[in-house]
């Protein structure tokens, strides 16, 4: 099935450093939707963005809907070590397409 | 809390014996998913229920059922378990206008 492209894979950063990773798509989405799952767990919603060129922040974290609506980013500033994780892009091309495509994750790791 | 619940956490089951697992929620959502999410992959989507109406995916194999009895309840059957539909089950729930899911905790299953 089609995926998005999530980049980086992963990332080793120290404690305190900017994260940015981003998603690209050959076609449009209607909604991005930004997770974040810890191991065993289920994906827990960041930020999710509605509209072409949407700006939004949820504490540290920062997204943005890409102005061509096929991509997207997500920027974590001041990292701490309970940002470790897999964080995951998914878009939405709403209307009766409930299906969310997915990207294939980045993985985070955080040096205290 | 409004919240996705999902249980047993953790499901041990033998091979070829049937299996279910249970979702409910207290968002008062119209739309429920079912995933399978195996080790470093994205989830993927098994079928949804919109409101009563149950849509399957093309290459959901018929080894999963789902049953949906109320809104706040789903249930995924698994009628002959298979070592590889060992993997973590995660149910979603949206409302229908705006098509955001949030996520349970998950139920890993193991299939020995």
């Known amino acids: 099935g089609q995926q998005l492209n999530q980049s980086p894979q992963s990332m080793f950063i120290q404690e305190g450093e900017d994260v940015s990773m981003n998603c690209t798509s050959s076609?449009?989405?209607?909604?991005w939707l930004w997770y974040k799952q810890d191991p065993g767990e289920g994906p827990v919603l960041l930020i999710a963005?509605?509209?072409a060129g949407e700006l939004t922040s949820n504490g540290r974290l920062t997204a943005q809907f890409g102005i061509t609506r096929k991509d997207s980013f997500l920027n974590i500033s001041a990292s701490i070590p309970s940002d470790v994780g897999i964080y995951f892009c998914?878009?939405?091309?709403?209307?009766?397409?409930?299906?969310?495509?997915w990207g294939l994750g980045t993985s985070l790791a955080v040096n205290p | 809390d409004a919240m996705v619940i999902q249980n047993p956490r953790y499901q041990v089951t033998q091979f070829g014996k049937p299996v279910t697992l249970s979702c409910s929620q207290t968002?008062?959502?119209?739309?429920m998913y079912w995933y399978q999410q195996k080790s470093s992959q994205a989830p993927k989507l098994l079928f949804h229920?919109?409101?009563?109406?149950?849509?399957n995916e093309a290459d959901t194999p018929d080894n999963f059922q789902s049953r949906r009895p109320n809104t706040s309840f789903c249930f995924l059957d698994i009628r002959s378990p298979g070592l590889g539909d060992a993997a973590m089950y995660l149910c979603?729930?949206?409302?229908?206008?705006?098509?955001?899911?949030?996520f349970g905790p998950g139920t890993r299953l193991l299939v020995l």
């Open positions: 979603a729930t949206a409302h229908s206008g705006q098509e955001t899911q949030y």
């Open positions: 968002l008062n959502h119209n739309v």
């Open positions: 229920y919109y409101d009563k109406d149950f849509n």
């Open positions: 076609s449009i989405f209607n909604t």
């Open positions: 963005l509605y509209k």
């Open positions: 998914a878009g939405q091309r709403g209307g009766n397409n409930r299906k969310l495509i």
